[in-house]
């Protein structure tokens, strides 16, 4: 089993920066694929990034690339997405996932299934 707990959302103006965090506990998040997926009202959830499990290999959708940043630190069992130059658009809940290693990361960031989510993060953009 794994609990993964995110922080850091809140209200920011458009244009500005915001920092999330997912910890995990449990089983060693070095053993999972990581990602953040994020669902706004009246919308399915849809994907925002990924990092495989060696934080090696990361994966963006095309509406965050240059603008979002994902990463790990194993030894912390955190996963963090740095967002800069936010969008109104930008808002939703946002969640943390984790995917098994023995699973495709390429595979797995085409879709929004996931072994494990967090409770998820407001994250709001005001124009």
């Known amino acids: 089993q794994v609990q993964l707990v995110e922080s850091g959302g809140g209200l920011v103006q458009a244009g500005g920066s915001l920092r999330v965090a997912c910890a995990a506990s449990?089983?060693?998040?070095?053993?999972?694929?990581m990602g953040w997926f994020r669902q706004a009202p009246g919308k399915e959830r849809e994907f925002v990034a990924a990092?495989?499990?060696?934080?090696?290999?990361?994966d963006y959708a095309d509406s965050v690339k240059g603008r979002f940043t994902i990463s790990r630190d194993n030894a912390k069992n955190t996963v963090y997405l740095q967002m800069n130059s936010l969008k109104p658009e930008d808002t939703a809940v946002y969640y943390c996932?984790?995917?098994?290693?023995?699973?495709?990361?390429?595979?797995?960031?085409?879709?929004?299934?996931?072994?494990?989510w967090g409770q998820g993060t407001q994250v709001t953009v005001s124009s």
């Open positions: 996932a984790a995917r098994g290693r023995v699973y495709s990361f390429i595979t797995w960031v085409s879709g929004t299934t996931a072994d494990y």
């Open positions: 449990g089983r060693t998040s070095s053993s999972y694929h």
């Open positions: 990092i495989d499990w060696s934080g090696g290999v990361t």
